[in-house]
């Protein structure tokens, strides 16, 4: 999942970031409004958390209504002190899909990122994803093929849940980099390719048929030939 994080406060911004990051998703950070809204209206994000007081000239509310009316439907969560009912009803009529209050526990925000990224994408109620036998629970966490647990890494779950969203596509190094990491440029690294490999081993070794396989000078794809 790739999250836009649109805090001013950088001790709050980095909490959120690490603890998006060590659960395997790609994170972008902006501390004012202008930022904010010129990463949300440039880049493509599953969901944003979105913080109401910003510097830059442009509050949160401000850059959830100018989104809105542009036509992006990115999930986003509020974030705000302002806890009465008349500041949440606020936020979202302005646009806002959730709105949580500070301070804030992170295993609420992550479970709340989580509901609104599986309701945009139209996941059903289980939260499962499936490519052959091979299967994704993502409430659970947990990975199956044949019915065999596999144990992944934060990344590798990442990166798995990526290419079965995408299963049957090609999916680019690029892509990957992107989306999976938070790279926006190649930085000449081996990373996809070190990581693909042992992802591999782990979800084909032992069965059959093969579901993951590379491209040559394109990307990879997953699913039976």
Not at 8 to 30: C, M, P, S, W
Not at 82 to 107: N, Q, S
């Amino acid at each position: 999942m790739k999250v836009l994080v649109v805090e001013d406060n950088e001790r709050v911004a980095q909490f959120i970031a690490k603890g998006l990051r060590e659960a395997g998703h790609a994170v972008d950070q902006a501390g004012t409004g202008r930022d904010g809204l010129f990463l949300a209206a440039s880049e493509k994000y599953d969901v944003i958390v979105m913080d109401r007081m910003l510097p830059g000239g442009i509050d949160g509310l401000s850059i959830v209504e100018t989104l809105r009316t542009t036509g992006n439907k990115t999930p986003i969560l509020i974030l705000s002190a302002l806890a009465e009912v008349d500041d949440r009803i606020r936020g979202l009529r302005a646009g806002g899909d959730d709105y949580l209050t500070k301070p804030f526990a992170f295993g609420e925000l992550a479970a709340r990122l989580d509901a609104l990224a599986r309701r945009s994408q139209g996941t059903d109620r289980n939260a499962a994803l499936e490519v052959g036998d091979l299967k994704m629970d993502l409430l659970a966490h947990r990975v199956t093929r044949g019915g065999t647990p596999i144990a992944l890494k934060p990344r590798e779950f990442a990166l798995l849940e990526f290419m079965m969203r995408h299963a049957g596509q090609v999916v680019t190094r690029t892509m990957l980099l992107e989306h999976v990491w938070e790279y926006h440029f190649d930085p000449q690294t081996n990373v996809v390719d070190v990581h693909i490999s042992k992802l591999r081993q782990k979800i084909d070794a032992g069965f059959a048929p093969a579901l993951l396989h590379t491209v040559r000078g394109v990307g990879y794809r997953l699913g039976a030939e």
